[in-house]
């Protein structure tokens, strides 16, 4: 059974077990109306999780979760996790331990004694009896709840629409658990008045069918075995790990190598991810290494031969990422021989990053058409207004250019200074990146007329611009470091339309465009003047036409699909 199927069923499982506890809680949040409202509540659902079906769905999706929890650990290759991780773990562990005599004294009960507990026994049981059982059961499924909201949030998280969620969804695992500790109590004081009446005792027992002292006493004893049954389970599903790595380093050790030049040796039957745990080499782990998120992802480039072909499961997520041969799943894979990986994320990777991107987000080489654009002059006329004048004015300049790019369908890359740097056809063909470009130009120039009719009265005289546009191959992507990440280009065609937007001061002109990117977008530009000129780091010499005033290009046609 492949690791996807596992996981599966332990979601499907601790949907299942996730319900009947929401449903328990829910119940008892209805104490805050009244006992009778909750064992009416109660009278409406149980019917099915007592049926044969429901029985099979509860205690099977009990077993089966149960048993993969233990299979996890069994299949740990070491003990040391982020907190988080622990937490979860320990909260997963502690439900049977809090909840074993709540089942045994309703489920077992029921089915050895024909109980048929109401919740005036139970809460007459916990609240008056035996105040420290009702603690343990209370905590035990506040416990089973908070295992299972964290499980869902680690599934949900990874999903586009969880962070619009998220608010009510924590307000909702905060409430339900607290509302059902409202109305237990409040029911438990109704119970614990109602049990002073004389005779309400006995004629509780027998309604309820209740086992009598021997009866308890045996149910005592069976909730004793299950407690020992299952603590055998856990302690052997460590013991066996440990056996089981024994064996491993008995077999040999293999070898793992990241960029920076550290080495793991482990053992076969470990996966990338757990040898840079244990190596404690940072590696971005959004999912705890469930295969979800493809925050792991690695580059293999050395040693491919030697890892297994990628489960249904792995196969699935990188394909959703549309992820190159050569990258796989840090947590899925397990080498069986020496490999060399590079981390493709940060280790501060998030939930984000796992989400399916277009190739020009993840990183590729595409024709582009790139846009600088320059004020000329400005830090002179800068040096003569207020600091509030000058952040006024580039703002009105940002926000006039900006919008002539995006309407022109281009994308922003970056303001530097007094300048703008532009891209055109990151997500469409050249040939229309180019187009928008040269109409953007067009814009930028009529923008700058308006907004120099605008500030007439608070400048001195009119603001100028220069512009340079190229196209050609680029390396693009995302780029930077925490909030400062956008997508941008780097390569010789950027350089060279920076190149050419400098060389508007050489030639006092609003815009030079290479001939390239005319020929790219269909534009005849033969009645502007054409020269030849080297560009620094260019072998070939580049063409270029000289543009006096942008506004008198000609409207580059729209390509079919903007038509």
Not at 226 to 245: D, H, K, P, Q, S
Not at 252 to 265: K, N, S, T, W
Not at 427 to 451: F, H, I, K, T, V
Request: charged share 20%; net charge neutral; with cysteine.
């Amino acid at each position: 059974m492949d690791a996807g199927t596992l996981r599966q069923a332990r979601l499907w499982s601790g949907l299942v077990l996730f319900s009947y506890v929401t449903l328990h809680l829910l119940d008892h949040a209805f104490g805050l109306a009244s006992l009778q409202v909750m064992n009416d509540l109660l009278a409406w659902v149980a019917p099915f999780w007592r049926s044969p079906p429901g029985t099979v769905l509860l205690w099977g999706a009990l077993f089966i979760h149960g048993a993969l929890a233990l299979w996890a650990i069994y299949q740990r290759r070491r003990l040391s996790m982020p907190t988080g991780e622990w937490v979860r773990l320990v909260l997963g562990l502690s439900i049977v331990p809090l909840m074993s005599l709540h089942i045994t004294g309703t489920r077992i009960a029921t089915a050895l004694y024909g109980a048929d507990p109401e919740y005036a026994f139970v809460l007459l049981a916990i609240f008056v009896a035996q105040p420290m059982d009702g603690v343990r059961q209370s905590l035990g499924l506040i416990v089973a709840w908070v295992h299972g909201c964290i499980g869902l949030y680690l599934v949900w998280r990874l999903k586009p629409w969880f962070p619009r969620a998220m608010p009510y969804l924590y307000a909702a695992a905060v409430l339900v658990p607290v509302l059902a500790l409202l109305g237990a109590i409040e029911a438990g004081r109704e119970v614990a008045a109602a049990s002073q009446q004389p005779g309400w005792l006995e004629a509780l027992a027998d309604k309820d069918h209740l086992p009598n002292a021997e009866q308890i006493a045996t149910l005592y004893r069976i909730e004793a075995g299950i407690l020992w049954g299952y603590a055998a389970l856990v302690a052997g599903a460590f013991l066996a790990r440990t056996v089981r790595a024994g064996v491993e380093r008995h077999r040999g050790l293999l070898r793992i190598a990241y960029p920076d030049g550290r080495v793991m040796q482990v053992a076969p039957g470990t996966s990338i991810l757990d040898a840079s745990r244990l190596g404690g080499v940072p590696h971005a782990e959004v999912c705890g290494g469930r295969g979800r998120c493809s925050t792991c992802r690695v580059r293999v480039t050395l040693g491919a031969d030697n890892l297994p072909p990628p489960s249904e499961a792995e196969r699935k997520v990188l394909e959703r990422i549309a992820a190159a041969p050569n990258v796989r799943l840090a947590c899925q894979t397990r080498p069986k021989g020496d490999v060399t990986v590079m981390p493709l994320l940060p280790p501060t990777a998030t939930a984000r990053d796992g989400f399916t991107k277009a190739p020009h987000v993840q990183g590729q080489e595409r024709e582009i058409a790139i846009l600088f654009a320059d004020l000329r002059m400005f830090t002179r006329l800068a040096e003569s207004k207020l600091p509030y004048d000058v952040v006024f004015l580039l703002n009105r300049y940002f926000a006039a250019m900006g919008g002539a790019v995006e309407r022109a369908g281009g994308r922003v890359d970056k303001f530097i200074g007094d300048g703008v740097m532009a891209l055109f056809g990151v997500d469409s063909d050249p040939s229309a990146g180019c187009q928008r470009a040269l109409n953007a130009a067009r814009a930028m120039a009529e923008q700058l007329d308006e907004l120099n009719r605008a500030l007439m009265h608070d400048l001195s005289s009119p603001l100028k611009i220069g512009i340079g546009i190229h196209a050609g191959p680029a390396i693009v992507g995302e780029m930077g470091y925490g909030n400062a990440v956008s997508i941008t280009a780097i390569g010789d065609a950027v350089n060279t339309a920076s190149r050419l937007e400098t060389l508007t001061k050489e030639y006092s002109c609003q815009l030079i465009v290479s001939e390239h990117v005319a020929e790219r977008a269909g534009l005849d530009l033969s009645n502007y003047p054409r020269h030849e000129i080297e560009v620094r780091g260019r072998r070939e010499m580049l063409t270029i036409r000289v543009v006096l005033q942008a506004a008198t290009l000609p409207i580059a046609a729209p390509p079919p699909n903007d038509a």
